[in-house]
């Protein structure tokens, strides 16, 4: 499942604006709510998180009929159903326990082997926690078989969970009522009482009865239909394999499909609104082509009768695996020719290759719990990369994935809060909690790891023994580690002393990872290698934890061979310190550098001596070509940074490392850089900002800005790469206060205003508008604020939403945020939550903080009931609380912080939390801010300040404007 809160991976701005602008309010999310929600203040989350989950062991499904009947094609949102469940009583027992959410279960009865029918009095029921406790007259007797059978009734969720509708607006403007399912996690107990557990795998025969003028879809295909004379019809589905029920979907529309019969004679359709029907046919062409790769990977044929995916605006997920029925939210499926850009159909063909990967990780082999949630989606995040950089070869997805995935986990999973990747569920908060960055980051690159550990063929043998062996079986991470090892073995692929389970069982079960600390003598010419966690920013340490089995991979400058990712040697757990010297295959001299964890492949962070971050250093300034790899200098950056950041280096080493970068062009290096150089530029603003910070990153993006300008490149042959890395440089540049960067954006949107036509690029077109804007005039900014409330479609309006608050004028902006906090659904203007956020993060982020201070405190009941205080707004305010640079603008926060917590939108332990990062950013600022600028002023020595602009714009401005119209 792919899930948008907490997905990372996108390129488009529907997802990495949340990546790159929200990179630490949502990646610290889950381990602050993991860490402190058992807190007094959290009443509740406490309320959820008290839930007990787990079912009683006295009984297990073995077989589901289900009769759901729904008139959504009139607006009905009430539904009504019967289950009949085979049991298996497995041990004696007097009660039936189920999962029963929202449901009013009206009649019930158990019908024995004999036929004999018991009947259950349904006001005997106990029902708490989400668990349906029911009493039988006589003992059930262990190894017995019997049917339960529950009528009932229910009323249509209005947010995408269990069995709820969604509507939407055709090009007439008439609006439609679907009803759809989303069981994951654990929601299929809102549409039918059940055993809603992934360990029960059952199969199922479901039957729906809907107006004659919609249709039905479901997991299997359709068996047979029965009209009825009240203008209803009954679709029967043939009887599925065994699954989870979490598996399980239905759907009740008026949708249209579009399809044809795969190489290996499987029916592949996509289910869509007629008017959304010419936008499917790239993504029904790359389900195809990437099933084949799929199949062809693991060995194994796809495994049901037919494979549907359905599309469904404004989704919870980005998609959702339910097996022979997958769910895309259409922002993420949906190809428009001419509009959609190579960014957004990089995401669309990540993300139906990652919910393919889900009929193998999670649907044809299950997990018998959710604890383990890692390995189905470590599987599918991995292999998205994997199959994609075969689309993309010209993307070199696989370094993409290092930038944008494990360099992050890194980040998350250095905070003392962390949890293992196979932490212990049992309640339905933490079962939330458990999609998380540990498992949709962390676990695929692991799985990253293991697969440079044994080598792609060893490694892919394992996955197809595992495959073939667990199909529709349920498996852990024991079973896994079982096949990699017998693989492993085969190959000769590990040390005789090393087995697969040794690896994975502190990876799997101890949180964090470690710092390999590298010491060399130079006298002697050794290496001491040295073990222990990584915690970020001045946390507890545990100096003494040697607690992994490290893979050793390094090279030299004498050796700089960056392609063999195989183990030289290991760091074995309870080893805290390893002496290594020179060989004829890994030589050394004292003036040589030497680097470790070649292409990143291993999960952990290496700090080095002074002199070897030096010799890294001047290496790196020496300028293309570059000995040292894409991947590992994007890895050189992020160690040093992170390193500096908390206290183990300073800080001039991070920036002695980083001032390369002016000769940099390799995408996911400065997507890795523009990370770091963005947070160090928010926390250096203020006076003295232009003078030293700003000129630095003048600087470093000065040259290449050049290169690249503002102007979307229309030569055909450009790599995407490029295409990436343009908007990337734009934004710092205009950042740094680059005077070619803001008046070409300026002028570039407001020529866009004038003329009505699309000026600004494609690729993350938000960036261009932000800083156009910057100094736009009003009426620029009001055709803009139009155009927004004119847009429906979700894709073309995260552009603007991303953008519309970077606009100068304070008293604009404090109005366009009230349009946010406006209750009356009936309203002209209406955003979702989502798009509320991003405005406001914008308008912080970009000059307003004191306008979204002003505003929260005087709007916070409004902000309270369409905001909503929910973990996003308390993230966001930590993150505003690194951008007080100012006595005036501390003041007024602490004052907003007030009015938060005697209004009760807030507690005392959250505020404490705020107040913490607050106080956080002003100590290092105290501690670091001199001595920064002190090596800007170094590293410039007494050179001019320098506004100047070598190569200006308004010509070519004005020569792309009359290109596009009259040539």
Known sequence: MRDQTHDSHCFTENCTSIVENMWKFLSVFVLFVTFACAQAGYADIKSVQDIPLRLSNTTEPLRYELWIETQIHNGDF????????????????????????????????????????????????????????????????????????????????????????????????????????????????????????????????????????????????????????????????????????????????????????????????????????????????????????????????????????????????????????????????????????????????????????????????????????????????????????????????????????????????????????????????????????????????????????????????????????????????????????????????????????????????????????????????????????????????DPECSCWYIPLTFATSNNPDMEDTKPLGWMRRGVKEIVLTSSENRSWTSDQWVLFNIQQTGFYRVNYDTQNWRLLANELNQGPPFKIGNLNRAQLIDDSFNLAYSDVIEFNIALDIIKYVHEETEFPVWATASNHLTTLNRRLEGPTHDLYFGRFLRHLTEDLFDKLDVFENVDSAESPRITFLRPYIVDLACRAGSAKCLTATRVLVMAEAITGHRLVPHEKSSVYYCHGLRNANWQTFFYFWQRLHALTSDQERHHLVNALSCYQSSSSIYDLLQTTSIIDTSAEILYTQLERFMILATAFRNGHLRVVINFLMENHEDVAKTYTFNYRMEELLKEMAGFLHYEEDVDGFEEMLNVFFEAGHLSSFQIAGIRREMEHNRIWVEQHKQSIENWIRNFFEPAESSSSIKRFTFALVFLSIFVKFFI
Not at 245 to 255: E, H
Not at 407 to 418: A, G, H, K, N, V
Request: with cysteine.
């Open 78 to 541: 009430a539904f009504s159903g019967r289950v009949t469940i085979t049991i298996r009583a497995l041990e004696d027992t007097n009660e039936i326990q189920l999962n029963s959410v929202g449901l009013n279960i009206h009649n019930g009865f158990v019908i024995e082997n004999t036929g004999q029918r018991r009947h259950l009095v349904v006001n005997e029921f106990v029902e708490s926690n989400q668990i349906v406790t029911i009493p039988v007259q006589q003992p059930l007797i262990a190894g017995q078989e019997y049917i339960l059978v529950l009528e009932y009734t229910g009323e249509l969720q209005n947010q995408p969970r269990g069995f709820f509708y969604s509507r939407y607006t055709d090009d007439f403007g008439r609006i439609f009522y679907i009803a759809a399912t989303s069981f994951q996690h654990v929601f299929a107990r809102w549409a039918f009482p059940c055993y809603d557990e992934p360990r029960y795998r059952t199969p199922f025969i479901i039957h729906i009865t809907h107006g004659s003028i919609y249709q039905a879809v479901s997991n299997m295909p359709v068996f047979n239909q029965i009209t009825h004379e009240n203008e209803l019809t009954t679709t029967t589905f043939d009887e599925s394999v065994s699954m989870s029920v979490n598996l399980v979907a239905f759907y009740v529309t008026n949708f249209v499909s579009r399809g044809y019969t795969s190489s290996n004679n499987v029916p592949i359709s996509i289910l869509v609104p007629v008017h959304l029907i010419n936008q499917v046919e790239f993504g029904l062409n790359r389900t195809n082509e990437f099933l084949e790769k799929i199949e062809t990977y693991t060995g194994q044929q796809y495994s049901l009768p037919k494979l549907d995916s359905i599309v469904i605006n404004d989704f919870a997920h980005i998609s959702v695996e339910n097996w022979g029925l997958m769910t895309y939210d259409s922002k993420f499926f949906l190809y428009n020719h001419g509009v959609t850009n190579i960014a957004q159909t990089v995401d669309i063909v990540k993300i139906i290759t990652h919910t393919l990967m889900h009929n193998y990780f999670g649907n044809l082999v299950g997990i018998p719990w959710w604890s383990y949630t890692w390995m189905t989606e470590g599987f599918a995040t991995y292999f998205e990369y994997y199959i994609t950089d075969e689309y993309f070869p010209e993307l070199h997805m696989s370094d993409i994935f290092v930038a944008f995935n494990l360099q992050r986990s890194l980040y998350e999973d250095s905070l003392l809060s962390t949890r293992p990747m196979s932490a212990y569920t049992e309640n339905i908060f933490d079962i939330d909690v458990v999609f998380d960055g540990i498992t949709l980051r962390k676990g695929p690159a692991i799985i990253r790891m293991l697969d440079h550990i044994l080598g792609k063929e060893t490694f892919q043998k394992g996955v197809r023994s595992f495959i073939q062996e667990m199909a529709y079986r349920i498996a852990s991470p024991q079973d896994l580690y079982i096949h990699l090892q017998s693989a492993a073995s085969e190959d000769y692929a590990l040390p005789e002393d090393i087995t697969i389970e040794n690896i994975m069982t502190p990876w799997e079960h101890i949180p964090g990872y470690p710092l390999l600390t590298i010491t060399r003598n130079y006298q002697t010419n050794e290496i001491v290698v040295n073990q222990r966690r990584f915690l970020f920013q001045h946390q507890v340490d």
